[in-house]
């Protein structure tokens, strides 16, 4: 019923979107340009420098974002506990790079627990837990993961490698404790469930973690100084305006390669058209799902680690989750849920909505700006979506769902 | 005749001991009050008294949230925005003059003198009512405070309502959500700086009505609870029952969708802002913190676990919040790290005796699962290691188990959402004829023989499935015509 009235507003009213976008634009350009007259301040460094932030805190939106949309796709549940999988991301990176070197005991769990995550991912490549070579790849990361975190201090890209795999295991975890009981389970329950998972995952935060914020600056190349001119003004910066968004669209690029040229991102795409009918072709759906809350906790993860070198700290487990999550899932639902480039579209559009139009209408004599309000920018337009246009901007029917 | 006499009998035997109830309640209630001026050197009443109010206070939200996630159906997550509206109205318009000064004296608040300005004692005032704006009617101005402060609420919840109309399931959720957020988020902003002294909110809120009498907010509770249950078996009630159950088959039977939903979430909302006025008065002031989304979590949590939908089952599942956030404190003391490991342990056996029970019960094969002899075994060593820890001198450290009692919450909502998704009493509502044991929703023996459909022959076989007899009674039927 809904559907038919979709595709006739569809297919009758094309033109109005792009009249839409096209006139945000033309806003958008012409307020640049008055800004430049009336102050020296805002040249063209001013905006490159609000550009290119919008674009790291846009792809930081996406690596959470992917994580909502590949499980909406798949079993329809809002992932409630999706932010604090990203917490739990940060602070494991956090502890693993910065910590000395552990005791073995602790040690080898983390080892056993790493290893777990790496022969998850290996069976992606063979196929079965059981096959030679992943057993001898999840010896290997035993070994090796073990002995490095109790002799040495781990270095930056280690401790991400480490606590992407150890994240994927928690988001294992969690859709195997608390999601799969509940699959034929009404979707109001599977969402409480979620709901309480997220707050579970809080208050242990609180518990294992710490309950302030940490400073997270470590001293590596990335955090380094970075600037360069353009129109004769100088943007200053540092290299993450390179890296975060160069991991975001590496780890994008894999996914999307993932999913459309492996046999189990296959079984991903037929789960998600329709999870019965998969299962009676043979796909094994649990372990799809399985996969799914493997891949979205490690994109997450690499998301919070990186939330955290660019922000120079993690926040208080209770609440680092919160906001950025449900601003990922809004980013999920405006670009389209269910669609792995909806998903990178709609946090580009949060990213940009939140700091570029910060930046455009900043705060002037006559005008206190609307900085204050950028938290709720990511609310008022999943309202506005969910009312105007519940398939977001790429659409449901338009795109590969995952 | 005579059962028509018995079930008036019982009405009216129902009806007295309603009252008796009621009666008792409030005896026992002013026996605690008077209990706590008394001395209490442990402060073990004064934090009986703080467990009852909270539970009247929590117990409004999470009646007015059951409305809508039980009654209506639609899964709510913003009812701490709408506490913390009613809460900010209630706490500016009966806010003591002393405190209105000293915020206006002090450099850092951002009130202007017309927002102070806004108060009862002021509204009337201007009318002329000098009798009111004595020390000794604080509590009529308080009530009419909360009542304004909840008419704000609803008019919160008529606008976060009209997205229902448009959305379903998890979406409409998520809405919900993020309304509550917004709410909460744009009160802390310079446009509302003024009404709601930004993050630093203002103390001095009079205290007298939420932590010194108690019958204030159980009245309100009563009061709640009252027009909840009336509206339950009402026309509405039972319109909002049938969206719950099927929206398509409701908007066909003639009802109005938008309508009953809308009106749902706003008088949701209404008590929402009642209890938060409440709440403002027993923390004694307003701060942005003490409306986090924890507390919609919470009435989440008392409405699941108690039964959704069921008005009796939100107030234990309350009374079952309640008393571990007021009684819970000792799990999140510090103890050694081996004192930890045995509390694990002892928790993870009864998780593994749970679980046979349950697969034991329900036939299920195998009747030990495997996750059994894991809990069992992990359970064993840690309570060995924390048993021998002391004398090998290992696990001394102390830890200190923050936030424990959310995680208890937590992990009981994840439990009974697997186990018992409809909650402990599900839908059935107390009553007195469960008490004694009958059953009024079957009819009596008289009233089945009245009933001529039901006590026809014919029907009966067939309802019985008796195949043989209703061949015959056909055949003959055919042979006599």
């Known amino acids: ?402 | 005749m005579a059962a028509d006499v018995g079930v008036k009998n019982k009405d009216a035997r129902n009806t007295l001991l309603g009252f008796l109830g009621i009666a008792a309640l409030v005896l026992v209630l002013l026996f605690v009050q008077s209990l706590a001026t008394a001395e209490d050197p442990l402060r073990g009443v004064a934090k009986f008294n703080g467990a009852l109010t909270l539970f009247a206070i929590w117990g409004i939200a999470a009646v007015s949230l059951n409305l809508i996630n039980g009654t209506l159906g639609i899964l709510s997550l913003g009812h701490h925005g709408f506490m913390l509206i009613g809460g900010y109205a209630t706490g500016l318009l009966i806010l003591s003059e002393d405190a209105r000064n000293r915020i206006l004296v002090s450099g850092r608040s951002t009130m202007t003198e017309r927002t102070l300005g806004l108060s009862v004692h002021s509204w009337f005032e201007s009318l002329g009512l000098d009798a009111l704006t004595t020390d000794d009617t604080l509590w009529l101005r308080y009530l009419v405070a909360i009542v304004v402060g909840g008419l704000v609420a609803a008019f919160a919840g008529l606008i976060v309502g009209i997205p229902s109309l448009r959305l379903r399931g998890d979406y409409l959720a998520i809405v919900t959500f993020g309304f509550g957020e917004i709410i909460r988020l744009s009160a802390s902003t310079r446009l509302f700086a003024p009404l709601t002294n930004g993050a630093l909110g203002f103390p001095g809120v009079p205290q007298r009505f939420a932590s010194d009498q108690l019958l204030w907010p159980f009245g309100l509770l009563a009061l709640t609870v009252f027009v909840m249950a009336k509206l339950k078996y009402s026309s509405y009630g039972r319109a909002m029952e049938a969206i719950r159950e099927d929206e398509i088959a409701a908007e066909a039977m003639g009802i109005n969708l938008a309508y009953h939903k809308v009106l749902g979430f706003v008088i949701a909302a209404f008590f929402a802002g009642v209890a938060g006025g409440l709440w403002v008065s027993w923390l004694g002031g307003v701060r942005l913190d003490f409306f986090l989304f924890q507390l919609t979590f919470f009435f989440l949590v008392a409405i699941s676990v108690g039964g959704t939908g069921s008005i009796t089952g939100v107030l234990l599942g309350t009374a079952l919040v309640v008393f571990i956030r007021q009684y819970g404190d000792p799990l999140e003391q510090s103890y050694a790290v081996s004192t930890w490991a045995q509390l694990v342990g002892v928790v993870f056996l009864i998780a593994a005796g749970a679980v046979i029970v349950y697969r034991s019960a329900r036939r299920v094969r195998p009747r030990v699962h495997p996750v059994v002899y894991l809990l069992g075994t992990a359970a064993l060593v840690a309570i060995l290691l924390g048993l021998v820890a002391p004398s090998f001198d290992f696990w001394q450290e102390t830890f200190r188990g923050f936030g424990m009692r959310a995680i208890f919450l937590s992990v009981l909502l994840i439990v009974i959402m697997i186990f018992r998704p409809s909650g402990i009493v599900g839908r059935s509502e107390f009553s007195w004829a469960w008490v004694f044991g009958e059953r009024r929703d079957q009819p009596t023996e008289e009233e089945r023989a009245q009933d001529a459909w039901l006590t026809n022959p014919e029907l009966q076989r067939r309802l019985a499935g008796d195949e043989e007899n209703l061949h015959s009674i056909d055949g003959d039927s055919k042979g006599e015509s």
């Open chain 1, 1 to 402: 019923m809904s559907g038919s009235k979709l595709q006739s507003a569809a297919t009758g009213r094309n033109w109005i979107p792009w009249l839409v976008i096209g006139a945000i634009l033309l806003v958008i350009i012409g307020r640049i340009l008055y800004l430049g007259t009336i102050s020296e301040r805002f040249n063209a460094a001013f905006f490159t420098r609000a550009g290119i932030e919008s674009l790291k805190l846009g792809s930081l939106y996406a690596l959470i974002a992917l994580g909502y949309t590949m499980v909406y796709g798949i079993i329809r549940l809002i992932n409630f506990a999706h932010g604090e999988v990203f917490m739990v991301g940060a602070f494991l990176t956090y502890f693993l790079f910065s910590g000395s070197p552990y005791s073995w005991p602790v040690a080898a769990l983390y080892g056993l627990c790493i290893a777990y995550g790496f022969m998850r991912v290996l069976e992606f490549w063979r196929g079965r837990l059981t096959d030679p070579l992943v057993l001898v790849g999840g010896a290997v990361a035993l070994l090796v993961s073990t002995l490095m975190l109790a002799t040495l201090t781990v270095n930056l890209v280690f401790a991400l490698i480490f606590s992407m795999l150890l994240t994927g295991v928690v988001g294992i975890t969690i859709d195997r404790v608390a999601y799969h009981p509940l699959r034929t389970a009404p979707r109001n329950s599977l969402l409480i469930t979620a709901i309480a998972v997220s707050f579970l995952l809080q208050n242990a935060g609180l518990l294992v973690f710490t309950n302030r914020q940490t400073p997270f600056r470590p001293d590596t190349p990335i955090n380094n100084a970075f600037s360069f001119t353009i129109l004769g003004g100088e943007v200053r910066t540092s290299w993450l305006i390179v890296a975060i968004p160069l991991i975001t669209t590496v780890l994008v690029v894999v996914l999307t390669l993932f999913v459309n040229r492996t046999r189990l991102g296959k079984a991903m795409r037929a789960t998600a058209q329709d999870a019965e009918v998969a299962q009676m072709m043979g796909v094994s759906v649990n372990r799809v799902i399985a996969t799914t809350f493997l891949l979205g906790s490690m994109l997450a993860a690499a998301g919070g680690a990186m939330w955290g070198l660019n922000f120079g700290s993690i926040n208080q487990p209770a609440v680092m989750g919160i906001l950025p999550g449900i601003k990922a899932f809004a980013a999920a639902v405006i670009g389209g849920i269910g669609s792995l480039p909806g998903a990178v579209i709609g946090a580009m559009v949060i990213g940009f909505s939140e700091n570029f139009l910060t930046a455009i209408f900043p705060r002037t004599p006559d005008f206190r700006g609307i900085t204050e309000f950028k938290d709720t920018f990511a609310f008022l337009l999943l309202i506005f979506v969910l009312l105007v246009r519940p398939s977001g901007i790429v659409g449901e029917d338009l795109s590969e769902k995952v």
